[in-house]
């Protein structure tokens, strides 16, 4: 085996997949400038039954069109009974983690919020944002990443507010990695800020890696518009995504291109029956037609960090190849693949046998068309051994 021959693959040789909820939180605003959260429980319990995983926002703050701040998802929002938020606070903890990464779309998804005054300011939080520093862009995201594990959340990522931070992009990466080390000791994290409408092919990014900190921020883009939003016949707007019979679409087109199934919505966007119903019928057609696995966006940017940053070496016998590799991150499903010449009669990893199967599975190996397929738990200086 030549060591040029070694590949990391998709986990379980399926594309990751990911479906993206924007601009949620625990109210909205009616017409009248009062908050309503029947609504959005009802939302966040129809997500649930997707049975898809991927990344929901958790607007902190609310504030009035006006300006006004409603109040904190960690301390009480104007015209919200403190009971119902509790209750909608523990279906998050308990049922929505399960599923979807929760994040701040960073602090009020509106107006700045002035953290050492508590008042609003004149400008949006996406316009504020292009002009400020690593020190006040990383204080910021921390309000909102605090707020959040008040309550029991941890939030692994960001979510950006339309284009927050996009014209200071590798300062913005910066800023997500210091919040989130202040706040979580995360040093492994990732945001969601770029929509890809047109590319061809498209993939996380990896923003910034150090490896002697073994610290990485990840972009995770969306490959997507919402097709769904203001639709007004949204069996009809889905097809823009994915054809009833998986002929054609933006989702297939990228499909065929390997690129990850990264799409986005928002909740405003599936409020409506038949919004969700054309939602979930979309879930359908991605389930029939393409080979996915779903995974909450921190677990896609574990893996591409992975992919990305682990390096190996190569030690041959007669008898034995064996396969030494040192991740700075660790990761479920960690696929990898060689060329094979000669029969194996087992393969085991750090010390455990895999298990041979007709396909690519956990803690397996199988052999296709002359590649030999390895599937395991990445964790650090894991040894492969191949032996013949």
């Given at each position: 085996?030549?060591?040029?021959?070694?590949?990391?693959?998709?986990?379980?040789?399926?594309?990751?997949?990911?479906?993206?909820?924007?601009?949620?939180?625990?109210?909205?605003?009616?017409?009248?400038?009062?908050?309503?959260?029947?609504?959005?429980?009802?939302?966040?319990?129809?997500?649930?039954?997707l049975g898809?995983?991927?990344?929901?926002?958790?607007?902190p703050c609310?504030?009035?069109?006006?300006?006004?701040?409603?109040?904190?998802?960690?301390?009480?929002?104007?015209?919200?009974?403190?009971?119902?938020?509790?209750?909608?606070?523990?279906?998050?903890?308990?049922?929505?983690?399960?599923?979807?990464?929760?994040?701040?779309?960073?602090?009020?998804?509106?107006?700045?919020?002035?953290?050492e005054s508590?008042?609003?300011?004149?400008?949006?939080?996406?316009?504020?944002?292009?002009?400020?520093?690593?020190?006040?862009?990383?204080?910021?995201?921390?309000?909102?990443?605090?707020?959040?594990?008040?309550?029991?959340?941890?939030?692994?990522?960001?979510?950006?507010?339309?284009?927050?931070?996009?014209?200071?992009?590798?300062?913005?990466?910066?800023?997500?990695?210091?919040?989130?080390?202040?706040?979580?000791?995360?040093?492994?994290?990732?945001?969601?800020?770029?929509?890809?409408?047109?590319?061809?092919?498209?993939?996380?990014?990896?923003?910034?890696?150090?490896?002697?900190?073994?610290?990485?921020?990840?972009?995770?883009?969306?490959?997507?518009?919402?097709?769904?939003?203001?639709?007004?016949?949204?069996?009809?707007?889905?097809?823009?995504?994915?054809?009833?019979?998986?002929?054609?679409?933006?989702?297939?087109?990228?499909?065929?291109?390997?690129?990850?199934?990264?799409?986005?919505?928002?909740?405003?966007?599936?409020?409506?029956?038949?919004?969700?119903?054309?939602?979930?019928?979309?879930?359908?057609?991605?389930?029939?037609?393409?080979?996915?696995?779903?995974?909450?966006?921190?677990?896609?940017?574990?893996?591409?960090?992975?992919?990305?940053?682990?390096?190996?070496?190569?030690?041959?016998?007669?008898?034995?190849?064996?396969?030494?590799?040192?991740?700075?991150?660790?990761?479920?499903?960690?696929?990898?693949?060689?060329?094979?010449?000669?029969?194996?009669?087992?393969?085991?990893?750090?010390?455990?046998?895999?298990?041979?199967?007709?396909?690519?599975?956990?803690?397996?190996?199988?052999?296709?068309?002359?590649?030999?397929?390895?599937?395991?738990?990445?964790?650090?200086?894991?040894?492969?051994?191949?032996?013949?």
């Amino acid at each position: 085996m030549m060591t040029s021959s070694i590949r990391y693959e998709y986990p379980l040789l399926r594309v990751p997949a990911s479906l993206i909820i924007d601009d949620w939180s625990v109210v909205c605003l009616n017409e009248q400038g009062g908050v309503e959260y029947k609504k959005m429980r009802k939302i966040l319990l129809s997500l649930l039954d997707l049975g898809v995983k991927g990344k929901l926002s958790l607007v902190p703050c609310i504030v009035s069109s006006s300006g006004e701040i409603l109040g904190y998802v960690n301390k009480g929002i104007k015209g919200l009974p403190d009971n119902e938020l509790a209750e909608t606070l523990r279906l998050i903890r308990e049922k929505a983690v399960k599923y979807f990464d929760i994040t701040p779309e960073i602090l009020t998804h509106s107006f700045v919020v002035d953290t050492e005054s508590n008042k609003t300011l004149s400008e949006k939080e996406w316009e504020w944002s292009q002009s400020q520093d690593l020190e006040t862009l990383t204080k910021y995201i921390a309000k909102a990443l605090e707020i959040l594990k008040d309550v029991g959340v941890v939030a692994n990522g960001v979510t950006s507010p339309c284009d927050f931070g996009r014209e200071v992009e590798g300062i913005y990466a910066r800023a997500v990695l210091e919040a989130e080390k202040k706040i979580y000791g995360i040093k492994l994290t990732w945001y969601f800020l770029n929509v890809e409408r047109c590319s061809r092919r498209v993939t996380p990014r990896l923003m910034y890696f150090d490896k002697e900190s073994e610290e990485a921020v990840v972009s995770i883009p969306s490959c997507s518009k919402d097709h769904l939003a203001r639709s007004e016949d949204p069996f009809k707007s889905i097809d823009n995504w994915i054809a009833e019979d998986g002929s054609k679409g933006r989702l297939v087109d990228v499909y065929r291109n390997k690129s990850y199934i990264i799409f986005h919505t928002h909740w405003w966007s599936i409020q409506s029956e038949e919004s969700l119903k054309a939602l979930r019928e979309t879930i359908a057609r991605i389930n029939r037609y393409f080979n996915v696995v779903w995974m909450k966006c921190s677990q896609i940017a574990r893996y591409f960090a992975a992919i990305k940053t682990t390096k190996y070496k190569v030690l041959e016998s007669n008898q034995e190849t064996r396969i030494v590799l040192d991740p700075l991150f660790t990761c479920e499903n960690f696929t990898l693949s060689i060329e094979t010449s000669k029969p194996i009669r087992k393969i085991n990893v750090s010390g455990e046998p895999l298990v041979h199967s007709t396909k690519v599975e956990p803690n397996t190996w199988t052999t296709i068309d002359q590649r030999t397929y390895l599937c395991f738990n990445l964790s650090k200086r894991t040894i492969v051994e191949i032996k013949y």
